[in-house]
Every structure is written in C-alpha cells, then in structure tokens.
C-alpha cells in the first residue's frame, strides 16, 4: 500500500472577498465537516480546522502534525482529535446547502492509522432529522447558516454548463469531436451569490486513448449571460491502471467564516485515497480562489 501524505490543517493559499458586515465573534478553533452516508449510517470527516484568534482572522493552523500520520509523535496528534472533538455526546451542527438542520451526535470515533498505513480521521455520529445534511461544524450557533436554495439542475442547466464546458476544452486545446463524447455529470444548480443568481456546478469528463479531461466547474450569470467563474482542469494520463486520478465531487457550501458569502467545499477522489479543497470566492478578480487544502484519508 502506498502511504499517504495528508495536509489536513494545511493554509494552501488565501483569497479575498468583498464583506459586507464583520463576522460575529467565533471560536478559538472552528471544525469542518463533511458528512459520510453509508447505508444508515452517519459518520463526519474534518475538512478544515479554521482559527480564528483573537483577530478574529480566517486562517488554518497545523493543530495537528503534517503530514499526519507520521511514524514518530503520530500517537498526540490522534488523542488531541478525540479529546477535543469526538468525545461521546458531543454536538455538532449539521447542515445542507447552507442551511442549518440541527444537531447531531458524536456517537464514537472510527480514527485508525495510529501505527500507519491506512488512515480515517472520521468519528459516527447520531442524527434523526428529516433532511439527509452534508457538512457539519462544531459550533452550536456561530453559523446560523440559510434557506437552502440547491437542487439537482434542470435538462436545459446541465446542457448549459456542458456547452460552455466544452467552449472551455475546445480553447484549452481539446478536439471537438473529441468532446462531443465527453460526459457531464451531476449538476447541482444553488444560489452561492445573491448578486449572481443560480450557479450551476458540475464536472464535465473527457476520455480518450491516451489521456482523461476532468473540468470541474461552477457557471453564475453575469449581466444576464452564463460564464464559468470557476474551472479546475485534472488531467489522467495513467488510463489503464489510473494511479494518476483525481475526481473532484461537489459536496455542499456553507458560509464558515459567517462573512455572508458562502464557500464551496470539494471532495478530491484519489487512487487510493481522497481529500477536501475548501474554494472562496474572490470578488477582486471575478472568480473562485483555492482557499484550503486539507482533510481526507485513504492508503
């Protein structure tokens, strides 16, 4: 098995966004999650530990080693986890699309990877509400969260953000016809912005006899038009065994720094791993900035 390398509290870079009114006052330390269904089953994955400090500013400290595990001073980072955030019956906020469900649980934790190889960082959880959530927090109340607005994309939304994915590709390089066989996936249509309308967000493949164009993308309306405000390109050169994959998913937004914008966080499946990408929104340039990189687990 190959080991893995996580960068869970990693600062991969920072964007900034116009905010409109201050934060409230946070916590310290304010935890991410993303919500695992297997089955019944409910479990949270840390995507980000954000410190807020007494600046009150949005940045990720390494309050846990990296990379994590390591084959010495592994053991603290794990006990530090389950003491501060998974110790039975503790609460946390559940939410999807922004909107904030309720509480759920800490039921147990399911951390391994004490003496290395394979790593999960996650803990199950206890939730009874009716909605299925997507993220969690650690927080009771700092994020008050809002009316969900997502839903799956309409027949005429996913043939628009295939199209301009595929103006993309073409520009990129891509043959059309090449193209004309890629595949869209889910597309998820929700309000990220209130000034900017409906985002459509999606991944768009491309496979071919020698590589594979993975277009993960977020299209919002600008003066009445569609364009895309958001395009990472993962490309897979490793067709036939693809130890190379990266497969970005939507999971879900959530407004974590409490700034009234919403950030968008993405799942990264890997070859035998996976991890999150946590991207802001940069009114300076228009478009969506790579904020944090962090979180996962695998092999």
């Not at 840390?46 to 390591?70: H, M």
């Not at 839903?151 to 990129?172: C, F």
């Not at 496979?207 to 390109?233: C, M, V, W």
Request: aromatic share 8%; with cysteine.
């Amino acid at each position: 098995m190959k080991t893995l390398t996580l960068a869970l509290l990693l600062l991969a870079g920072r964007v900034t966004s116009a905010q409109t009114n201050p934060p409230v006052r946070m916590p310290a330390d304010v935890a991410i999650f993303a919500v695992r269904h297997v089955g019944e089953a409910l479990s949270i994955d840390p995507v980000v530990i954000v410190y807020y400090g007494r600046d009150q500013r949005f940045r990720t400290i390494p309050a846990l080693n990296s990379p994590l595990p390591s084959q010495h001073g592994a053991e603290p980072n794990f006990d530090a986890l389950e003491t501060s955030l998974y110790k039975p019956g503790t609460f946390v906020s559940v939410f999807s699309g922004g909107e904030k469900l309720g509480t759920a649980a800490v039921r147990s934790s399911n951390i391994e990877g004490r003496g290395g190889g394979c790593v999960d960082l996650s803990a199950s959880i206890s939730y009874g509400g009716p909605r299925k959530p997507l993220l969690a927090a650690n927080t009771t109340s700092e994020i008050p969260g809002h009316v969900s607005s997502r839903r799956n994309g309409t027949t005429a939304e996913v043939l628009l953000l295939r199209r301009l994915a595929i103006r993309w590709l073409a520009d990129y390089g891509l043959d059309r016809s090449v193209l004309q066989r890629g595949r869209m996936g889910q597309v998820i249509s929700t309000v990220l912005r209130r000034s900017a309308g409906r985002a459509l967000v999606g991944r768009f493949d491309v496979l071919s006899k020698y590589a594979t164009h993975r277009l993960f993308a977020i299209a919002e309306q600008d003066r009445g038009r569609y364009r895309l405000t958001l395009t990472n390109l993962e490309v897979q050169r490793d067709v036939q065994d693809g130890t190379d994959t990266t497969q970005r998913e939507y999971i879900d937004q959530l407004d974590i720094d409490n700034d009234g914008l919403d950030e968008v966080v993405v799942l990264a499946s890997h070859y035998e791993s996976w991890s999150y990408a946590v991207w802001k929104f940069d009114a300076l340039h228009g478009s969506w900035g790579h904020a944090y990189t962090g979180g996962g687990g695998g092999c």
